[in-house]
């Protein structure tokens, strides 16, 4: 890849903080900032909203919520009380600590209440994404035996109620015509409830979340985090969000995934930040609208979305005012330098990039303010942070070598089981000292870690190891393409050659001349061994709802083999 020729555009700040943080770093820094460092009384919702009151920032907006309908700001007072009558509903029914709560509805205040809520009795929480099915809803409630469901009337019949014996009560956010045995009205309830509660008290190794992955490599897993993960939530929020009093910030990822939660609740809320959420679907005009009515300094996205703002062009941007704007984060799937470089040239902002995974629980290896972005690099790891590449058989690798990328054991949010499946959670720890990511990366000789792609994408064409997103990126700087998927696809000469699924840019239509001209610009542009040999048109790629590629389903269309568990696929 050519990174000289990028860093030409994209401008890099002073080196030296970064050395100096990281070799001076304590995670004990972090957790002075908690009322437990003193108390030894832990409870999220307590950190994230209740201290706030008590120290005087009650009347401060905490959440600005927005959608087709609805624009409404929740002060940390009212949070602190609506979550408090949840608080007490639930305990009405008496469910408290350990126990699994699931939150099944869109993006709103009442999901964060709700969810805030949970916490607050000591229960797990577990959010799920409204656009899941019968099946995928059923799997989730059933692996984690949740006993309540905060859910919406228009998605309460994709609950199986009658198949889900240890789910004993169902809070409906909502009119509903007909009330059923088990079925709560949340209203009526909450109406009734008090606004005083006193938190349940915990140990910062009890239960916070449970998170199933994005299903991209396979059937999704429920990851199970502890209260422990809010010093990494907090520290992470000031470090690489750069999250200050007076910021506006907005992160787009719905609850349903960990980013939403991590960076979507609590970060910016254990910063005493102001938290824009946006319910309803995607569209340019409608994103570009919010930064500009919320005046949001910092924004935290994904590739998927950067791109279909690419696709969507110049033209929408230069409609609004996007100057609020002093801080850009991307997150999910590894970021296209070409998209870097148009984040640089419309949005005048450096897109940083940050590496974690569900059963990270918070960011690992990022782009963060004071350090020089290399596009196309996930960053270094945050100070308290160990990161390596190792080798099939666990031996750390020396620079610009392509492995297993791993971290040493453990860091604050380091997840604490995968729900049900001892098994699954032992792979990640098998080499002694390191948590096995399942990703494949190499660092270089400044520390940057750059990502391949999945451990088992990674491409061996003719003896040479490709990583897929080097060639994806490559597509993507083609003005035909919005979108690249890359597999490789078996071959009794090459052992594999690279096949690459692409979507066209609006006004491009397939035809074998382009075919041929995205072939050359590939194999000018970065290799001939790296040019993908078959290019195949598509409408659109499949995804999970989450907004990542699923590599492993365009590899099972061309080999004809089972698809797998479908459960986060899109429409
Ligand atoms: P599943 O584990 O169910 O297959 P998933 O791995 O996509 O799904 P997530 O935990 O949502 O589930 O995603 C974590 C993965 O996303 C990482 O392992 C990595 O492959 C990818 N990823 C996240 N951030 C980045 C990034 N900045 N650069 C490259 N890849 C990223
Ligand atoms: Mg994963």
Redesign the pocket.
Known sequence: MKIEELQTVVPTSNMGPYEQAYNNFQWEDAERHFTWYETGKVNMAHEAIDRHVQEGRGEKAALLYCDANRHETYTFSQLRASSNRFGNVLRKYGIGKGERVFIFMPRSPELVISLLGVLKVGAIVGPLFEAFMETAVKDRLEDSGAVALVTTPALLSRVKREELPELRHIFVVGDMDAREQGIIDFETEMLMSSEELEPEWLNREDGLIIHY?????????GVYHVQNAMIQHYYTGKMVLDLREDDVYWCTADPG??TGTSYGIFAPWLNGATNVIRGGRFSPEDWYRTIERHEVTIWYSAPTAFRMLMSAGEQVVSKYDLSSLRHVL??????NPEVVRWGWQVYTQRIH???????TGAQLICNYPELPIKPGS?GKPLPGIQAAILDDRGQVLPPDRMGHLAIRTPWPSMMNRIWNNPNKFQEYFRFPGWYV???SAYMDEDGYFW?QG?IDDVINSSGERIGP?EVESKLLEHPAVAEAGVIGKPDTVRGEIIKAFVALREGYAPSEALQQDIYRFVKEGLSAHAAPREIEFKEKLPK?R?G?IMRRVLKAWELNLPTGDLSTIED
């Open positions: 992955t994005s299903g991209s490599t396979g059937k999704p897993k995934w960990v991307s997150v999910g799937e590894p970021l990039d940050t590496w974690w995974m569900t059963e996930m990511s399942g990703d990502f999945r997103f999970t989450s990542k």
